[in-house]
């Protein structure tokens, strides 16, 4: 059985605020450095602003083996121990739903698909409609698709968007 988000249920009036607000983000999102934990990853950092109910909140996102079909983009913060608040996994397997009232043959929930607390503080995994029809979805429109379902926007009315390139390498002009 999955375990509840004790810390996070302590803050769960501002998570459900933080999730519906609107955040910004300063655009465009470049992946570019190497991960020092996993350098066969790209990675990227950086600050959410607005009214986030949370503080201390980040986005990162990580192009895993430097493959634009194989990625995580979260929103994270120090305030719980997790850190993770919500997130978009892309290429890597299947998440289990492991819930009490979710059937057996509901509970897996392949990639790609969300992350987002319940109520109830469980961490579980969900696709939208489009997640469902769509089984390979780049890192460009996954980002898009992460912004909106978590109510990001460009900062200064800029256009969300996502660059990829590793430094130090110079790219194909069909990469740029």
Not at 78 to 96: A, P, V, Y
Not at 159 to 174: A, C, M, N, R
């Amino acid at each position: 059985m999955a375990k509840i988000n004790k810390e996070l249920l302590r803050i769960m009036d501002d998570y459900r605020l933080f999730m519906d607000s609107e955040k910004k983000i300063e655009c465009p999102v470049v992946v570019s450095k190497e991960k020092q934990n996993h350098r066969s990853s790209l990675y990227v950092e950086g600050p959410v602003s607005g009214d986030n109910h949370i503080d201390s909140v980040k986005y990162n996102c990580e192009l895993r083996d430097k493959r634009i079909d194989n990625y995580s983009i979260s929103l994270v913060t120090d305030c719980i121990s997790e850190k993770m608040l919500f997130r978009l996994d892309q290429g890597n397997g299947t998440h289990r739903n492991n819930l009490f009232g979710i059937a057996l043959g509901e509970q897996s929930v392949p990639a790609p698909h969300f992350h987002k607390y319940t109520d109830d503080g469980h961490n579980i995994a969900y696709q939208t409609q489009y997640l469902r029809d769509n089984a390979m979805i780049d890192i460009y429109d996954g980002f898009k698709l992460f912004c909106n379902e978590a109510n990001i926007i460009g900062d200064e009315e800029q256009e969300i968007s996502l660059v990829v390139y590793q430094d130090g390498v110079i790219p194909f002009e069909d990469e740029i």
